[in-house]
Nanobody, 119 residues
Framework: QVQLVESGGGLVQAGGSLRLSCAAS????????MGWYRQAPGKQRELVAT???????NYADSVKGRFTIARDNAKNTVYLQMNNLKPEDTAVYYC?????????????WGQGTQVTVSS
């Protein structure tokens, strides 16, 4: 079992910044790709950004140029730096990772952290 513990959400005014962190832990697992997704009220969960263990990144068009994803492989931790936040960024943000244990590959989710951007 892999556990993902998120932190860093909160309330911020439009134009402000927040930094989310997510630490993965799990004995015997290799953490591969990690990422962030978000879900706004009444909407489906959507991809925000992903990063491979090699550092390749992918972003949703809506956050390109404003959000930056990074990771510390030694700590199995992924970060999301969010700048120039907009009210439409308001959502619950979920950390995600793909993890391998031998031939088994599984996907894990964090509990979510609320980000609220006021206008």
């Amino acid at each position: 079992q892999v556990q993902l513990v998120e932190s860093g959400g909160g309330l911020v005014q439009a134009g402000g910044s927040l930094r989310l962190s997510c630490a993965a832990s799990g004995s015997g697992f290799t953490i591969n790709a990690m990422g962030w997704y978000r879900q706004a009220p009444g909407k489906q969960r959507e991809l925000v950004a992903t990063i491979t263990s090699g550092g390749n990144t992918n972003y949703a068009d809506s956050v390109k140029g404003r959000f930056t994803i990074a990771r510390d492989n030694a700590k199995n931790t992924v970060y999301l730096q969010m700048n120039n936040l907009k009210p439409e960024d308001t959502a619950v943000y979920y950390c995600n990772c793909n993890a391998n244990r031998g031939p088994i590959s599984l996907r894990y989710w964090g509990q979510g952290t609320q980000v609220t951007v006021s206008s």
